[in-house]
């Protein structure tokens, strides 16, 4: 008996000792980022992290006394990477959703973003053309348009195909190589996308808008707090019009 | 087109420098995979029951599941489980290096096996130990035989080595998606990906061959003998 209390109190020892050391070391955090997702996110000419969320985390980051490392990561296993502690937050355009709150936890929203369907620049598809006319549509794997796209086919009887794409700038090339009729993300990269590509933005598609927010584990009480408290001082500041400004938001 | 020669310019030195990474990942790999394949090879081939039964379930295991699968299985399970914080680079190394070990060791027991068992026997009667008739007389024509299957080898894991994206480590191709995703220029990033891909595959193929040319020994194969 004295023996099997030995090792659960050597167990709880060690478990206090290693989860004291990280609290100890917590000024350091690394920010993951989709890097395949302009302009909030994406690696610039130089091969350094840029884009809106970058920039924002930095500011953020040097007024609340962090040091933060940006570091590109897959989209879809980017909550799997915050839980196992690989990255310590994500600042990336990431949607609040239901889904994600039951796993992690999310500052207030900074961002508002609609999600618009993106067609070739000559086609004259219409938003009922592309779902109900037994169109494909293609979506960035994990993100919640390619959820909620899922869902409303389902519930309504559009007879829309989705494919699904690693990542949305993906998803425009099929659409100028003609595989796919449209693809359905958010109006920024949508933006960007018409910008450097011959396609144009139909619109949006019935979706509600939905807010981004930087999402931390939820343990992470403190960073939580200073993240939020970050983001309201950005947001006050002469900086965050600038931003919006450099990348064309609004 | 003077636009697309721009941004291939400009993306060449990134690019390249993701060469490096998976140039690290592929010998670090190779290494690993060398050490621990060439030990499985010899007890395969000369171990207890047990020890070749125990080979050959790790073998079976790491030949059977995916890579893709080991990767996300060892880096968010396994390497978190032991309290190792492996970073994505050092992750990808060990588990192309435990998955190419089982291969090199079938590379190696077939090369070991190959050779007339009579050199063993011939061997002891000299007084020669085990250890020393296979570290002096075996190994020594074993592997040399295992080069151009080795260098088969290194071209697949090398290849497979752009797989490591998948837990954000910056080679190649992660560095090519990241490009396309900035100036949507696919094609053309891919395509210099592909060549940068090539080179290093060429080199080391032609280094192997190299190798296994520098190491031969005049009028000695072991075919017929």
Do not use: C
């Amino acid at each position: 008996m004295f023996k099997k209390n030995l090792i659960v109190w050597f167990g709880i020892m060690a478990l206090l000792l290693t989860g004291g050391g990280q609290a100890l070391a917590g000024k350091k955090i690394v920010n993951g980022i989709d890097a395949n997702f302009p302009p909030f996110a994406f690696i610039d000419q130089k091969g350094t992290p840029s884009g809106f969320d970058v920039e924002a985390m930095n500011w953020i980051a040097k007024e609340m006394g962090y040091e933060v490392e940006h570091k590109a990561y897959d989209w879809d296993g980017i909550i799997t990477s915050l839980l196992t502690k690989k990255i310590d937050m994500v600042a990336s355009g990431m949607s609040i959703t239901p889904d994600r709150l039951e796993k992690v936890a999310f500052t207030s929203p900074y961002w508002k973003i609609k999600q618009v369907m993106v067609i070739k620049k000559d086609s004259a598809l219409t938003l009922d053309d592309l779902l109900k006319g037994n169109k494909t549509v293609g979506v960035q794997q994990g993100t919640s348009e390619a959820k909620w796209l899922k869902e409303a086919a389902e519930k309504n009887g559009w007879n829309l195909q989705l494919r699904y794409y690693d990542s949305s700038p993906l998803a425009v090339e099929d659409i100028l190589n003609g595989r796919i009729a449209a693809a359905a993300m958010d109006d920024a990269p949508a933006k960007d996308a018409s910008d450097k590509k011959d396609v144009k933005i139909l619109g949006t598609f019935g979706m509600a808008s939905e807010d981004f927010g930087y999402a931390v584990r939820k343990e992470d009480a403190q960073l939580l707090k200073d993240m939020n408290e970050g983001l309201k001082r950005l947001m006050a500041s002469d900086y965050w019009k600038e931003l919006v400004k450099k990348y064309d938001l609004k | 087109m003077p636009e697309i020669i721009a941004i291939i310019k400009d993306a060449l030195p990134y690019l390249l420098s993701g060469g490096l990474i998976t140039a690290g990942i592929v010998t670090g790999a190779m290494a690993l995979g060398l050490i621990l394949g060439l030990s499985m090879a010899v007890g395969r081939v000369y171990g207890s029951t047990a020890v070749k039964r125990v080979i050959g379930i790790y073998v079976w295991f790491f030949q059977g599941v995916p890579i893709l699968v080991l990767l996300f299985l060892f880096y968010f399970g396994v390497f978190n489980y032991m309290g190792l914080n492996l970073s994505a680079v050092s992750a990808v190394t060990v588990v192309l290096g435990m998955t190419t070990a089982a291969y090199q060791a079938n590379i190696f027991r077939g090369a070991i096996l190959s050779l007339p068992q009579g050199q063993f026997k011939a061997a002891s009667t000299l007084g020669m130990s085990d250890i020393q008739t296979i570290l002096a007389i075996i190994l020594p024509q074993a592997l040399r035989l295992s080069i151009p299957a080795w260098s088969n080898e290194f071209s697949i894991v090398l290849k497979d080595s752009a797989l490591a994206f998948v837990l954000g480590a910056p080679e190649i191709m992660a560095r090519a998606k990241f490009v396309a995703s900035r100036t949507y220029q696919h094609l053309p990033i891919y395509i210099v990906a592909g060549l940068i891909y090539f080179i290093l595959t060429w080199a080391g193929v032609r280094a192997l061959a190299r190798l296994e040319k520098t190491v031969r020994i005049p009028g000695y194969s072991n075919k017929g003998i």
